[in-house]
Nanobody, 128 residues
Framework: QLRFAESGGGLVQPGESLRLLCTVS????????MGWFRQAPGKEPEGVACISGGGGTVNYGDSVKGRFFISRGNGGFPVYLQMDDLKPEDSAVYYC?????????????????????WGQGTQVIVSS
């Protein structure tokens, strides 16, 4: 059974950085696009970052452009999300999942942003 594990979240102050990791068990998915999305309390899931199977194409949600950077390791995993200059509005549970976005067009498939379906997520809290 395909299962993802996210890690690296925590409590940080505004302006600080975190790096999230996504690993997979059950398949390699090296050729699949991967994405990160998040859900804050009381809000709808939001696509954050998308990367192509080969890692050569990336795209980001408007709210994180220039601050978040997605990459993937050799063989396709882990998938990383480097988050810089964090803001309180970045506080959310972050999830990774396959094929939830088109890295070339820059869009996310909202119906596939299902918190808890792919993995348990990792919580990020940005607060002073």
């Amino acid at each position: 059974q395909l299962r993802f594990a996210e890690s690296g979240g925590g409590l940080v102050q505004p302006g600080e950085s975190l790096r999230l990791l996504c690993t997979v068990s059950g398949d390699t998915l090296a050729d699949d696009a991967m994405g990160w999305f998040r859900q804050a309390p009381g809000k709808e899931p939001e696509g954050v970052a998308c990367i192509s199977g080969g890692g050569g194409t990336v795209n980001y949600g408007d709210s994180v452009k220039g601050r978040f950077f997605i990459s993937r390791g050799n063989g396709g995993f882990p998938v990383y999300l480097q988050m810089d200059d964090l803001k309180p509005e970045d506080s959310a549970v972050y999830y990774c999942a396959p094929e939830i976005c088109d890295p070339h067009r820059g869009n996310f498939y909202d119906s596939l942003l299902m918190p808890g379906y792919w993995g348990q997520g990792t919580q990020v809290i940005v607060s002073s």
